[in-house]
């Protein structure tokens, strides 16, 4: 029964555990917004927010309930280098899809996202530092804080109200929205703006990066490949952006 089941995988009753993931779902969602878009002296709420994340299972799941979202190893080693490979190529066709429609304009994705890393760095350091600085903090903090948290805890969450598929998509639609946060939402003179070009674009990648992540968790019974997916498109994603794109960011 599930009853049952939600009473081995939380350590609060499951109505009030589902309530909780929601809330914070938004609150996640909010210190993401506030750390790319707000004042620069609120920029630590993103990597803040990928900690939290990461932590969140801990706080609200039993052992048997951090087990069953997937926080354990895969028992197929070789997934690993499959799913490295796989978000490897999700960030590659990102970057070409990218190129191919914008060129390195501001409705780049990946151009907007180095633009955002320039704001809060010295960029006059040498840009193999720079490089470093974004690809490493970017493998680390949010490969392991979405994935725990959207593939794991939110999935988990979103199936004791609804099927597995349904709860794929709506955990897939969530990880879309707040990457606007990244590429797709402005701020302007007037307030938020989206642009109406390349946003829908990018959510709808982004959304399919997520079912892939969510594809590789189910297949592995683990949520290691999907962390390791992740690590490599972001790896990759730094990579395409300081030897292609970085010039191009720094005007906007």
Known sequence: P???????????????????????????ACMRATGTLGPPNLRFLLPLGFVVMALSPWALLTREGRCEIGLKKSVRPAVYLHSGLAGAAAALACFLVGLALFGTGADNWFVTIAA?????????????????????????????????FFRGMLQRALEERFSVRTSTWLECLAFGFVHLCHHGVVLGASGL???????????????LVAHLFAWLRKRSESLYPAIAAHAAFNFVMGTCIFLALWPASSEL
Do not use: C, H
């Not at 809060?120 to 493998?139: A, H, K």
């Not at 703006?193 to 959304?207: D, E, H, K, Q, T």
């Open 2 to 28: 599930m009853s049952a089941i939600a009473k081995t995988t939380w350590k609060l009753d499951a109505t009030t555990a589902f309530v909780l993931s929601m809330a914070l779902a938004i609150v996640f």
């Open 116 to 148: 955002s890393f320039g704001r809060t760095v010295n960029t006059g350091l040498p840009v193999w530092q720079l490089y470093l600085m974004f690809t490493v903090t970017s493998m680390i903090f949010s490969p392991f804080g979405e994935e725990i």
């Open 193 to 207: 703006m989206l642009l109406p070009r390349s946003a829908p674009i990018w959510f709808v990648l982004m959304v």
